[in-house]
């Protein structure tokens, strides 16, 4: 049997949000500091391992995605994209570069970089890997590490069209801020299942402010990167 896709993430009740949880504090949120808690070994817990069951019998494939930190004077922003509405998986989801782990890579950090160069136009020299998250299963059964890189401007983004519709960037300390995660409720085989999402109002590449539904995979791994700075 296979898992219920959400098809209208949106539309699922809100029940609640997590502002009991402290913010992670800014100063831990430099790329000093970044840079220092990827060295350290830390007893912390993984919050978020996958989406559940596989909706799709798919022999489980590795993948990884570039988690870009991008050093702005403001602070760190996160570089996310919007898929296209077209594409098999996850299409039109807000999601990390990345993607699909090729024979010849040499391990995670190659294939987000390369996926995210592929799909954004993100150079490698503008990227440093500061680290790795522990890896995430989706449930169209790809098992993702996320690779963390301070990515340094100035840089010029080239979308590959058919797979990316823009790029936008969400201060990490609103993404660190429990705050603005909700918890979603949806009913599968009778029972109640939850999501996070973290719904960011901001301005897109065109300078139009709007609304990003960030939620699924995306905001599982971006709580898990939350668990593990706020140690």
Same mark, same amino acid.
């Given at each position: ?48 391992? @996958?989406?559940?069951?596989?909706? $799709?019998?798919? *022999? ?6 570039? /988690?870009? =930190? !991008?050093?702005? %004077? ?56 500061? @680290?790795?998250?522990?890896?995430? $299963?989706?449930? *169209? ?6 690779? /963390?890189? =301070? !990515?340094?401007? %100035? ?62 995979? $995306? ?13």
């Amino acid at each position: 049997m296979t898992a219920q896709r959400v098809l209208n993430p949106r539309l699922a009740p809100v029940v609640g949000t997590d502002s009991h949880l402290p913010a992670v504090e800014s100063h831990r949120l430099t790329t000093e500091a970044l840079r220092l808690r990827f060295t350290q070994i830390a007893d912390w817990q993984t919050e978020h391992h @996958g989406d559940g069951r596989a909706f $799709t019998e798919r *022999t489980p494939s590795q993948a990884a995605v570039l /988690v870009p =930190l !991008v050093r702005r %004077p403001g602070g760190l922003q996160v570089l996310l994209t919007r898929r296209t509405d077209h594409l098999r998986d996850h299409a039109g989801q807000i999601s990390f570069p990345g993607g699909r782990a090729e024979a010849h890579d040499s391990g995670p950090a190659a294939t987000a970089l390369r996926e995210a160069e592929e799909e954004v136009g993100l150079q490698h020299d503008r990227v440093q890997v500061i @680290g790795q998250m522990p890896v995430y $299963t989706t449930v *169209t059964s790809f098992v993702v590490t996320p690779v /963390v890189g =301070l !990515v340094t401007p %100035p840089f010029e983004l080239v979308l590959d069209t058919f797979e990316v519709a823009e790029a936008f960037e969400v201060p990490l300390q609103h993404l660190m801020n429990p705050a603005h995660h909700q918890r979603h409720t949806f009913s599968f085989e009778g029972s109640e299942r939850q999501f996070l999402s973290m719904p960011w109002l901001g301005p897109g590449a065109d300078g139009v402010v709007r609304e990003y539904f960030i939620w699924g995979a $995306t905001a599982a791994m971006l709580r898990n990167l939350y668990r593990f700075l706020a140690v």
